[in-house]
């Protein structure tokens, strides 16, 4: 069992940055894919970024650019650096594991994006 909780949402002005955290209850980055996820009101769940033990990292074409993905094993912490939000950007982000074990999620972090 792995249990992934969230952090560093909040309220942001347009244009600015954030980092939010994922932290994991053991060490699994060696093993799992690590993957954040965000959901604006109204729309589906969409992948933003993934990160896997070899060090491959993909980028949703929407936020290539913007967003950078990474991981702190000692901590067993995963990180998503957000910068110049948008308006557009409000949503829960969400991480993910997929590995051996199965598939984990944490419960989400809100984000929204106002001035």
């Known amino acids: 069992q792995v249990r992934l909780v969230e952090s560093g949402g909040g309220l942001v002005q347009p244009g600015g940055s954030l980092r939010l955290s994922c932290a994991a209850s053991?060490?699994?980055?060696?093993?799992?894919?690590m993957n954040w996820y965000r959901q604006a009101p109204g729309k589906q769940r969409e992948l933003v970024a993934t990160?896997?033990?070899?060090?491959?990292?993909y980028y949703s074409h929407s936020v290539k650019g913007r967003f950078t993905i990474s991981t702190d094993n000692a901590e067993h912490t995963m990180y998503l650096h957000i910068n110049s939000l948008k308006p557009a950007y409000p949503a829960v982000y969400s991480c993910?594991?997929?590995?051996?074990?199965?598939?984990?999620w944490g419960q989400g972090t809100e984000v929204t994006v106002s001035s």
């Open positions: 990160i896997i033990s070899n060090g491959s990292i």
């Open positions: 993910n594991a997929q590995g051996p074990g199965g598939e984990y």
């Open positions: 053991r060490s699994i980055f060696s093993v799992y894919a």
